[in-house]
């Protein structure tokens, strides 16, 4: 019966452990639309964004109006590559990482895209 008891003590210390855990976001914010292809690239082309994924770590993009971005993750890795636009969805060719479209959708000001893995991030202005 003690080996029953410490394995429920055990399992409801998980659970509690698990609720307390931030959710990753998996959907874009209600309201969340998709922009025009144009659109997307004014609210993109030479601006800088921060973002701050889930695993803690901060990112800084720079996307130039030439078609090239650059990433600086807080972790220190660091790429760059080519970038484009198909409708609302980002297009990036990294030289080191996995080229990838990510859907990107606006609420009020503010753009959101949603990463391969699913997790949707804010994109804040620097």
Avoid: H
Wanted: net charge positive; glycine share 8%; proline share 5%.
């Amino acid at each position: 019966m003690k080996t029953i008891g410490v394995a429920l003590a055990t399992v409801i210390a998980s659970a509690a452990t698990l609720a307390q855990a931030p959710a990753v976001p998996q959907e874009f914010p209600a309201g969340a639309q998709p922009l025009a292809t144009e659109a997307l690239r004014t609210r993109l082309a030479d601006k800088v964004y921060g973002v701050k994924v889930a695993s803690g770590t901060a990112w800084r993009l720079q996307f130039n109006a030439n078609g090239f971005y650059y990433v600086n993750v807080s972790n220190g890795f660091t790429d760059n590559g080519k970038w484009r636009l198909e409708e609302s969805r980002l297009c990036t060719a990294p030289q080191k990482s996995t080229a990838s479209c990510n859907e990107m959708r606006l609420v009020g000001e503010v753009l959101y895209l949603k990463r391969d893995s699913g997790e949707v991030i804010k994109l804040d202005p620097n």
